[in-house]
């Protein structure tokens, strides 16, 4: 199976700032890559799919670029809102699987 | 809009079974992949299985396979998942949710709000 690496594990940061999450494939998943927000007690939220493809409602302060193995996702400014757990998930092959996850904190 | 609204979680004790079931509503069910995701408590996320919009298809995750199995009752608009030889490592909220690419295999969105099962002696 395709195992996702997430770094760094914890993002310290102020709101304002931006993020910059990294999301690592032991093989190619061309751009069959998906992230998602989740905030503590909530299920998850889709944010972006296909490697760049906003979700439907989902700000343009997040943006997501790669191919291949290698994946970002970018958060331009923080707003109080967006410290949670994201996560990089892909589909290219059977099964699924999720990346272990980025926390982004309140500094 | 779209919901799904997951029930039939609980505690169970190793080797029981449990059946897990997800009404969905506000979008055209029989058209749609869906798929079961989990988390273990304090844990990331773990997908389990899909199955195809007409139940036809379905994949797991290898160490599922063989004592889980996803079905669906189209004229329901209710997506299963029975459980059985439960391991306490099965302890987690499941989420049901729906392929959002609208084929077999898409992205996940949306998600449920999860129902927690505990295997536990």
């Known amino acids: 199976e395709i195992v996702l690496t997430q770094s760094p594990a914890t993002l310290s940061l102020s709101p304002g700032e931006g993020a910059t999450l990294s999301c690592r494939a032991s093989?190619?998943?061309?751009?069959?890559l998906a992230w998602y927000q989740q905030k503590p007690g909530q299920a998850p939220r889709l944010l972006i799919y296909d490697a760049s493809n906003r979700a439907t409602g989902i700000p343009a302060r997040f943006s997501g670029r790669g191919s291949g193995t290698d994946f970002t996702l970018t958060i331009s400014s923080l707003e109080p809102e967006d410290f949670a757990v994201y996560y990089c998930?892909?589909?290219?092959?059977?099964?699924?699987?999720f990346g272990p996850g980025t926390t982004v904190d309140i500094k | 809009q779209v919901q799904l609204v997951e029930s039939g979680g609980g505690v169970v004790q190793p080797g029981r079974s449990l059946r897990l079931s997800c009404a969905a509503s506000g979008f055209t069910f029989n058209t749609y992949a869906m798929h079961w995701v989990r988390q273990a408590p304090g844990k990331g996320l773990e997908w389990v299985a899909i199955?195809?919009?007409?139940?036809?298809?379905?994949y797991y995750t290898d160490s599922m396979k063989g004592r889980f199995t996803i079905s669906r009752d189209n004229s329901k608009n209710t997506l299963y998942l029975q459980m059985n030889s439960l391991r306490v490592e099965d302890t987690a909220i499941y989420y049901c949710?729906?392929?959002?690419?609208?084929?077999?295999?898409?992205?996940?969105?949306?998600w449920g709000q999860g129902t927690l099962v505990t295997v536990s002696s």
């Open positions: 199955i195809s919009y007409d139940g036809r298809n379905n």
């Open positions: 998930q892909q589909r290219s092959n059977w099964p699924f699987t």
């Open positions: 093989q190619s998943v061309t751009s069959y």
């Open positions: 949710v729906r392929d959002g690419s609208g084929s077999y295999g898409g992205w996940l969105d949306p």
